[in-house]
Structures are given as C-alpha cells and as structure tokens.
C-alpha cells in the first residue's frame, strides 16, 4: 500500500516558484558547482527533482544575495537529522502557514527565523 501523506518532488512545482540548476546556484553564491553540491550534502541547502527528467535544483528563494538566506542551513539541519529528506524540507519551507504568517522560506527571507526554527525543532523531535 502506498503512502499518499509523503510529499512527491511533482508537488514542489507549484510551491516553488524559481528553480536553479546547480550551475546558476553556484554563480548566485560565488563558488564551483561542486561547492553548491557539498552544501547539499552538508544540508546547508536543500535541492529536489522540480519536474521529471529536470535534474536535482535549488530554490531561488533559499539565496539572497549572494549567500545562502539566514536560518535555511539550520532549519535544514534539524529536519534531515529529525528524518526529513530535501523534499519533504522543501514542501514544509514553502507551504503556507496562517499561523506564522506566511511561508517559513519567506519568514526566513524576512529575519523572522526564530519562530520558523522552534516549529522545526519540534517537528524533528
């Protein structure tokens, strides 16, 4: 039996409003593709399948300029260790929340972390 609670990467799309390949990511962030690829390993940034045969990509809105937005690397962090994989973290950073308000991706963006990181820490734990 399948699961139909878990998120699939095909719902990403309509979250999700930007994508960038690896490539892209690296020029926004100033480093090599493999740097872009390290801080996904690291869970200092998340990346998913936007569409099938997309390749793996990146949310515009986890960068600003320049560097990885504020809260996102810790955020990510404590979900992946909370059994979270990237699409999972991803659905939960860019579905609406009218409690927040708001997405947590944009809470973040807006250095209204603290509370996106409490709801995270008792989602992993």
Excluded: Y
């Excluded at 892209?24 to 869970?43: D, F, P, T, Y």
């Excluded at 973290?89 to 609406?96: G, H, N």
Aim: hydrophobic share 40%; charged share 25%.
């Amino acid at each position: 039996m399948e699961e139909t609670s878990a998120p699939k990467s095909s719902d990403l799309g309509g979250l999700v409003e930007e994508w960038l390949d690896w490539a892209e990511a690296g020029r926004r962030l100033g480093v090599s593709v493999s740097k872009v690829r390290q801080l996904i390993r690291e869970h200092q940034l998340a990346a998913a399948v936007p569409a099938p045969g997309a390749g793996q990509q990146v949310p515009a809105a986890l960068l600003a300029d320049g560097e990885v937005v504020k809260g996102v690397p810790g955020v990510c962090t404590v979900l992946h260790d909370g059994g979270f994989d990237d699409v999972e973290i991803l659905t939960w950073l860019f579905t609406p929340d009218d409690t927040l308000p708001g997405r947590p991706v944009d809470a973040l963006r807006e250095n209204r972390g603290a509370e996106v990181k409490r709801r995270a820490q008792a989602m992993a734990f």
